[in-house]
């Protein structure tokens, strides 16, 4: 199956988080969390949306950061992605 984004929506693949600090502490499940940074997947059409024309930025492969609890979490075969508005990534990492 493929994930087929409409409007302004975009789906990302979150990058995988650290388990041990700069410093070299191991962290435990729990206390681990998610990180900001993820990898655009697939990017919607863009166009009219809520009454504005909405030109999408973002393109598949970018790197992006985008809000915290933001966006709605989707499990497709055994991958977790998330779908979020474009105006829910804060900025491109280049």
Do not use: C, H, W
């Amino acid at each position: 199956m493929k994930l087929v984004p409409l409007g302004d929506r975009v789906v990302l693949k979150q990058l995988v988080a650290e388990e041990t600090t700069k410093s070299g502490i191991v962290l435990p499940g729990q206390n681990k969390e998610k990180p900001q940074q993820a990898e655009v997947i697939a990017v919607g059409p863009g166009g009219m949306v809520d009454g504005k024309e909405i030109k999408m930025e973002v393109k598949k492969g970018d790197q992006v950061i985008f809000q915290k609890y933001s966006g709605t979490e989707v499990k497709l075969d055994e991958e977790e992605f998330i779908i979020v508005r474009q105006s829910d990534i804060v900025a491109i990492v280049k």
